[in-house]
């Protein structure tokens, strides 16, 4: 998958099936946030998911649009880190991480 980081840097992390979203930027070394481990207790993991991707998505359960109203800068293709499951239809899954979810 790639992330793309808020200076444009884009950033290609492989990770197995099953694997998070947030998972998967850890895994990439990019510092993001995440602060309720993945428990979907915060939208400290809020991405963006690129609109050719948006669509191939899950859609967000209830409780994730109820944490996605918490978020910062949300976007009508934001999504939680936590609740995007990587598989093999997601190769190549393109993602923006806002500025704000990024640690110093």
């Given at each position: 998958?790639?992330?793309?980081?808020?200076?444009?840097?884009?950033?290609?992390?492989?990770a197995?099936?099953?694997?998070?979203?947030l998972?998967a930027a850890?895994?990439?070394g990019?510092?993001?946030?995440?602060?309720?481990g993945?428990?979907?207790?915060?939208a400290?993991c809020?991405?963006?998911v690129?609109d050719?991707?948006?669509?191939r998505?899950d859609p967000p359960?209830?409780?994730?649009?109820?944490m996605l109203?918490?978020?910062?800068?949300?976007?009508p293709?934001?999504?939680l880190?936590?609740q995007?499951?990587?598989?093999?239809?997601?190769?190549?899954?393109?993602?923006?991480v806002?500025?704000?979810?990024?640690?110093?």
């Amino acid at each position: 998958m790639i992330f793309v980081l808020p200076d444009g840097e884009r950033r290609h992390v492989e990770a197995e099936s099953g694997v998070s979203l947030l998972e998967a930027a850890y895994l990439g070394g990019i510092p993001v946030e995440g602060a309720c481990g993945g428990s979907m207790a915060c939208a400290t993991c809020h991405m963006i998911v690129e609109d050719a991707w948006f669509d191939r998505l899950d859609p967000p359960s209830e409780e994730e649009e109820e944490m996605l109203d918490l978020a910062e800068g949300l976007t009508p293709t934001s999504r939680l880190g936590c609740q995007i499951r990587l598989s093999p239809a997601l190769d190549g899954l393109v993602v923006r991480v806002p500025a704000h979810i990024l640690l110093d």
